[in-house]
């Protein structure tokens, strides 16, 4: 089993929808972070989120994590077409686990215009 | 302009042949880390360095190796004993190691491997 499962895996919506993308994990984190792959590309970090904040925010983009519920979501306001992408969470482990990154597995957002 | 670069973008070799995916950075990063990625997958850790001449297995390092000789690079060799080398591999760097630091990407190097 996976210690990072996004959901939904694939997401559609219109241009200026919100969308919403999930990631429940297993293990106590020190972080989570957030990171975007537009086809073919590499990796593009958004947010680190630590282990002690439950909301962050930057631009368009609003991060929560709820270490209770061991669950984080990434909000995306106000879509674009250019927000065509997969998203992936990435949870660093507490330092008993070496605070390896582990990445999920991603959603696929596709915005249409 | 920092970064991290990988070349090439698109490699193509015979099955039994061993291959070199070259890996910089510019950004005085300690941390390197090679990945594999396969379809609609993940990212899964092939290798990692904290600090130049040191290097360690990540979770699937088997069919691969690496060396760390100058700060800046991190080539991968993906052996012939690799059993299913065809995938995109991505390089990344950061300023220390795991997961306190967000992570650079390069671009990607896609292999196939026919």
């Known amino acids: 089993s996976q210690q990072g499962e996004e959901d939904p895996q694939a997401l559609s919506i219109q241009e200026g929808e919100n969308a919403t993308m999930n990631c429940s994990y297993k293990?106590?984190?020190?972080?989570l972070q957030w990171y975007r792959q537009n086809s073919g590309r590499g990796l593009v970090h958004l947010i680190l989120i630590r282990s002690n904040e439950r909301e962050k925010h930057s631009g368009r983009l609003r991060v929560t994590l709820d270490t209770s519920k061991k669950s984080s979501s990434l909000l995306i306001t106000a879509s674009r077409a250019a927000d065509t992408a997969s998203y992936f969470c990435a949870t660093a482990l507490g330092s008993s686990n070496t605070g390896k990154l582990i990445f999920g597995q991603g959603t696929t957002l596709q915005v249409k215009p | 302009d920092g970064g991290i670069t990988q070349s090439p973008k698109y490699l193509f070799r015979k099955e039994g042949q061993n291959v070199t995916l070259s890996c910089e950075q510019n950004l005085n990063h300690d941390a390197m880390y090679w990945y594999r990625q396969d379809p609609g997958q993940g990212l899964r850790l092939i290798y990692y360095s904290q600090i130049v001449n040191d290097f360690q297995k990540g979770d699937i390092a088997e069919g691969y190796s690496v060396s760390r000789e100058k700060k800046e690079s991190f080539p991968l060799t993906v052996t012939s004993a690799q059993k299913n080398p065809t995938a995109f591999y991505l390089c990344?760097?950061?300023?220390?190691?795991?997961?306190?630091?967000?992570?650079?990407f390069g671009p990607g190097t896609r292999l196939t491997v026919t």
């Open positions: 990344a760097s950061s300023i220390g190691i795991w997961g306190d630091y967000e992570q650079y």
């Open positions: 293990t106590s984190i020190n972080n």
